[in-house]
């Protein structure tokens, strides 16, 4: 498979060995001072960037036919414009804020949970993400997706990063040297606490789930998420 990389950081630079190791080529490096050149030579592309740059990426490979997956966070306010350019154009798109396979069986722990604590009302949620020093967005994307995944099962309505007042869910953002994502979620009583916690030991789960994704997306057309690549839908 002939892959496009729309930005080169340090998630780039680990998708890029993978890709290599899986038998991939690379057609297409992309940062901020490059152009799209060699995009259309590409089967897919697989866009890490930064979030001001998300959306003219992947709006770039939709308007040209090329499937693009999307891990840049920070965007996706408007990620509902990226569905139906997607659609307009019959395109092949996936986004994920997070495409290890860990977390993504973390999310779906988390609404079982969720789902479990909705009528026990002595307890409050709350949630914590820590990264490393470098990150640009909070909270991190995959932890407003596990605030979402708590809001669909119980009560709660909406996030913040400050004080919490009634039906929102306090998300803390730490930011600590090297640190590649823990995310924490917590369910808090006068008597107890449960806790439920996934740690990434690196960048390398993220970067696989992507490639894997990547891979998965090719000859298909539509939006999708990791749910279907993974083939949770059906759980
Ligand atoms: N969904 C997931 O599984 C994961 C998502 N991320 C997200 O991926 C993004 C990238 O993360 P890192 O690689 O750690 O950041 P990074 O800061 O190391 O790399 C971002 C790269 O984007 C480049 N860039 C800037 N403007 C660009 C443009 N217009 N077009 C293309 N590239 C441009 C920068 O030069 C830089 O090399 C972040 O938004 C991060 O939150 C990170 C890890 C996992
Ligand atoms: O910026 C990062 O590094 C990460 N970003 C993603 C997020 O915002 O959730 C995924 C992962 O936690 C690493």
Not at 63 to 76: E, F, H, L, Q, Y
Request: proline share 3%; net charge negative; aromatic share 8%.
């Amino acid at each position: 498979m002939k892959i496009a990389l729309l930005g080169y950081g340090k998630m780039g630079k680990v998708i890029e060995r993978i890709a290599l190791e899986r038998g991939h080529e690379i057609v297409l490096k992309k940062d901020q001072n490059n152009t799209f050149e060699g995009l259309l030579n590409a089967d897919v592309a697989i866009d890490f960037s930064v979030p001001d740059s998300a959306i003219e990426n992947i709006s770039e490979c939709l308007n040209n036919g090329i499937p693009v997956i999307s891990g840049t966070t920070g965007w996706v306010a408007d990620y509902p414009k990226m569905v139906s350019l997607c659609e307009a154009k019959n395109g092949s798109f996936i986004y994920a804020s997070n495409f290890s396979l860990g977390v993504n069986v973390f999310f779906e722990l988390n609404e079982y949970l969720a789902k479990m604590m909705a009528n026990l009302k002595q307890y409050n949620v709350s949630m914590e993400e820590i990264h490393h020093t470098q990150k640009l967005d909070a909270p991190s994307g995959t932890a407003i997706t596990l605030a979402e995944g708590v809001i669909k099962h119980t009560d709660y309505s909406n996030w913040t990063l400050e004080t919490p007042i009634s039906n929102e869910i306090r998300i803390e953002a730490k930011r600590i040297e090297n640190v590649p994502g823990t995310h924490s979620i917590f369910y808090d009583s006068e008597v107890d606490q449960i806790e439920i916690k996934h740690t990434a030991h690196s960048r390398e789960g993220f970067a696989l789930g992507a490639v894997v994704a990547a891979e998965w997306l090719v000859g298909k057309k539509g939006v999708f998420t990791m749910k279907d690549v993974l083939g949770l839908n059906s759980k």
